[in-house]
């Protein structure tokens, strides 16, 4: 089979590879669309999880299932269905102990272009596919269906992580689709109040749609004066971290109140440490809280967050900015997410609808 793959760390290409084995509990699916992410830049061109030769890349994605394993109860050949960028092994320990993204070792369940082929292929392997694949609903399309994978649970996952409240005044840092999807996961969570820090005009405007009140931007001076500013020296009650670098949690801190959680959903690609600065963060007893977090992936969110596409309280379309028809237009998607041109924000390539 065909696939688009890291050949080594700031390298990519398309190469050939066996068609992936089904094992009794797995399933075989061939892609109906597929969308590059930044997680994808991180790992090819900062080398964030270091060397991998020749291994197929993407994590977000939809297909019909092609086949399955002998023991998969709820998925049969041709079934069209949702695939999550994170598959955990569910009979795990850590699963049961409720962190299933972790299922074998930290980051285990991130096996999609990490330590396993991902889903840039003809073909791709999901484990577990019971409690991995969902069925994808008639009234979502195949488009819409990859923000599912990754965009949008990763995004709402920030939400969760910082415990946002009835009324809360929340500050998200980064409004890129993950960023957009943290702003509409707040507001779903009845958020009063919503900081964005982003800078380019096509975001912004998104941002808006999905709830945000306020905007600052890095370029016009540090974020923490400026969220202190438009808060009256009170600072927010909760944050969610979806871009930026290690540096970006010093004044995210600042800009935080006693008490106050910070929910990170960032992929720090580089960097070794992170500042916390000693005074504002209480000498170190002002319970201001920092939670990092993979998203937990699996069939049951799946399901959940579909439901809000399908019954329309969200619209994932504002995402969908620049779209490809044909598998052989995935590197190109790709080198988008690369350079970040001004009016992108999420490309799509579709195979089929």
């Known amino acids: 089979m065909k696939g688009y793959a890291m050949l080594k760390i700031g390298e990519t290409g398309w190469i050939e590879k066996e068609r992936p084995v089904c094992g009794p509990n797995d399933a075989i699916i ?20 270091g060397e991998r030769e020749n291994m197929i890349l993407g994590h977000e994605g939809c297909g019909v299932v092609d086949e399955v394993g002998e023991s998969v109860k709820d998925f049969k050949v041709g079934d069209r269905v949702m695939v999550a960028a994170i598959t955990p092994d569910w009979n795990s320990v850590e699963a049961q102990s409720g962190f299933p993204m972790h299922s074998g070792e930290m980051l285990g369940g991130w096996k999609f ?46 939400a969760e992580l910082a415990d946002i409240q009835f009324g809360d005044t929340v500050l998200v840092v980064g409004i890129g689709p993950v960023g957009l999807m943290a702003v509409a996961g707040a507001n779903l969570r009845g958020a009063s109040r919503i900081i964005a820090v982003g800078s380019r005009p096509v975001t912004i405007e998104a941002a808006k749609g999905y709830g945000a009140t306020d905007f600052i931007s890095y370029k016009e001076g540090p974020i923490d004066e400026q969220v202190l500013k438009l808060t009256d020296g009170k600072g927010v009650d909760k944050a969610i971290i979806a871009g930026g670098g290690v540096e970006t949690f010093e004044p995210v801190i600042k800009a935080l109140k006693p008490g106050g959680k910070i929910g990170n959903v960032n992929y720090l690609g580089s960097g070794t440490y992170i500042n916390i600065p000693r005074a504002e963060w209480g000498v170190g ?14 069939r049951y969110r799946l399901e959940k967050l579909a439901s809000l596409i399908s019954n329309k309280k969200l619209d994932v379309k504002p995402l969908l900015t620049h779209k490809f028809n044909g598998f052989e237009h995935v590197e190109e998607a790709l080198m988008l997410m ?5 009016d992108l924000i999420k490309p799509v390539v579709v195979i089929e609808e």
């Open 113 to 158: 272009s990490n330590f396993k082929d991902g889903v840039f292929a003809e073909y791709f392997h999901v484990n577990d596919a019971d409690g991995n694949l969902a069925h994808l609903p008639d009234n979502i399309t195949t488009a819409e269906a990859c923000m599912l994978s990754d965009m949008v649970p990763t995004g709402f996952h920030g």
């Open 338 to 342: 690369k350079d970040k041109p001004k």
């Open 285 to 298: 007893m002002g319970h201001k809280q920092i939670i990092g977090g993979l998203m937990p992936g699996g």
């Open 30 to 49: 061939r892609p109906l669309a597929l969308s590059p992410c930044t997680s994808d830049v991180h790992t090819v061109w900062e080398g964030a999880i």
